[in-house]
């Protein structure tokens, strides 16, 4: 009971990890992500953190769409900021 769409979103990410939202100023702009590369990306929309493996690649140049506002639109996320993997 009390499903919110942001959990039923949480759900529905593919096994990724998931994290709380961390400073926005930390993360750089989605012109400079590279879909071939394990990456944290910021959902907008959640507010939360994604975990990038890459695996989803051509997909996401296929299908994701750039906004005027620098957001990315990909399947339920709307991505506006990434980051480099934890120790990688």
């Not at 926005?24 to 394990?38: G, I, K, N, Q, Y």
Request: proline share 5%; glycine share 10%.
């Amino acid at each position: 009971m009390g499903n919110t769409l942001a959990d039923a979103l949480r759900q529905l990410c593919c096994g990724w990890r998931v994290w709380s939202a961390m400073t926005h100023s930390s993360l750089r702009p989605m012109d400079a992500f590279d879909p071939t590369e394990p990456a944290i990306l910021h959902d907008r929309l959640t507010d939360t953190i994604i975990t990038w493996t890459a695996d989803q690649a051509d997909d996401y140049r296929q299908a994701s769409r750039p906004g005027e506002d620098g957001t990315v639109a990909w399947k339920a996320y709307l991505f506006d900021g990434w980051g480099n993997v934890l120790g990688g």
